[in-house]
């Protein structure tokens, strides 16, 4: 089945600074690329998604970049500020439902102000 | 907004105990999940549902069942707590394609002692 690995576990960055976390995937046939923020106290929520067909993918401040030849997904945050403080888990999915949806194993990102 | 809805947010309870967590979400989706969330193992999927009475096992399902009586509604139950099944627990449910954004939950923190 599919492992998806997260590096790194914890970050912190000055605010203002960028922010990245890097996912790496197994299946090859992996097509859909979610990002989840959890908030202390909260569920993950969708933050942004990219697809295999499409190698970057910017909203704001975040962006997803992903480099199918090397099986390699990054997130992207710009300019961070102290609200941007959670847990990021990325994940991927091979197939048609989100049965086969595997996340990786959480990223703690502490903005410093 | 898409609402899911864990009854349950701190629950301590004893070995050898049954339990009972319970999930409502409020958009017909027809897909839910039970998760379990431990630091530095992400988020592993226990069982999940794709209709109603249906049920799939997910990556450790071992110690749990579910039961899904209605659409909107799916529960956990652990038949005999131990300790070892003290976590977060996340309920989430999808609409069935894949791309949908999957909806957490805000968690059910169970503590056995």
């Known amino acids: 089945g599919e492992n998806v690995e997260q590096h790194p576990s914890t970050l912190s960055v000055q605010e203002g600074d960028s922010a990245v976390i890097k996912c790496t995937y197994s299946d090859s046939a992996s097509n859909y690329f979610p990002w989840y923020k959890q908030e202390l106290g909260k569920g993950p929520q969708l933050i942004i998604d990219i697809r295999s067909n499409v190698g970057e993918k910017k909203d704001q401040r975040i962006a997803v970049t992903l480099n199918k030849t090397a099986k390699h997904f990054s997130l992207h945050i710009t300019e961070t500020q102290p609200e941007d403080s959670a847990v990021y888990f990325c994940a991927a999915t091979a197939s048609g439902s989100a049965r086969q949806l595997t996340f990786g194993s959480g990223t703690q990102l502490t903005v410093l102000p | 907004d898409v609402k899911v809805t864990q009854s349950s947010r701190y629950l301590v309870k004893r070995t050898g105990e049954k339990v009972f967590l319970e999930c409502v979400q409020d958009?017909?989706?027809?897909?839910m999940f039970w998760y379990r969330q431990d630091p530095g193992l992400g988020l592993r999927l226990i069982y999940f549902?794709?209709?109603?009475?249906?049920?799939e096992k997910g990556d450790i399902p071992e110690g749990y069942s579910v039961s899904r009586e209605k659409k909107e509604r799916f529960s956990l139950i652990l038949e005999s707590a131990s300790t070892n099944q003290t976590s977060m627990y996340l309920c989430?449910?999808?609409?069935?394609?894949?791309?949908?954004?999957?909806?957490f939950g805000e968690g059910s923190w169970l503590t056995v002692v």
């Open positions: 958009m017909d989706h027809e897909n």
């Open positions: 989430a449910s999808h609409a069935g394609q894949t791309g949908n954004t999957i909806y």
């Open positions: 549902s794709y209709d109603v009475k249906m049920k």
